[in-house]
């Protein structure tokens, strides 16, 4: 009976293609096919484990897997998040810019027609980043 070793998926990029195997321990041939749930919209699973494509929504897509051979299957329960790749805007909205794009940390808020009292920055996940 195969085991599924994979237990994590890398992210996906919405515009970016997308390729990664599936693996599993077992006897030769395995086949793979979508149980239940979906991929991300853009991608498959061909039979032999294989999830490819190029996503074009976001969201974090939950799905599960079967891994089947002659001795029997196994199932998995696994997910693909799915981002933007936008990064920020650098122009944010009219009169005010942010730079640079992308950041390794250090971020500039500015407006030639505005007072910016505050600014508060959050990642991809709605979490809070920088007050």
Sequence with gaps: MPVITTTTLPDGIVGTAYYQTLTATGTTPITWTLESGSLPTGLSLSIAGVI??????????????????????????????????????????????????????????????????SVEIFDVYGSKVLF
């Design 52 to 117: 490819s494509g190029m996503p074009t929504a976001t969201g974090i897509f939950n799905f599960t897997v079967q891994a089947t051979n002659n001795a029997g299957s196994d199932t998995k329960a696994l997910s693909i998040f799915v981002e933007s790749g936008v990064g920020i805007s650098e122009n944010v909205s009219s009169g005010i810019t942010v730079y640079p794009n992308p950041t390794t940390g250090k971020l500039s808020v500015v407006s030639e027609q505005f007072s910016i009292e």
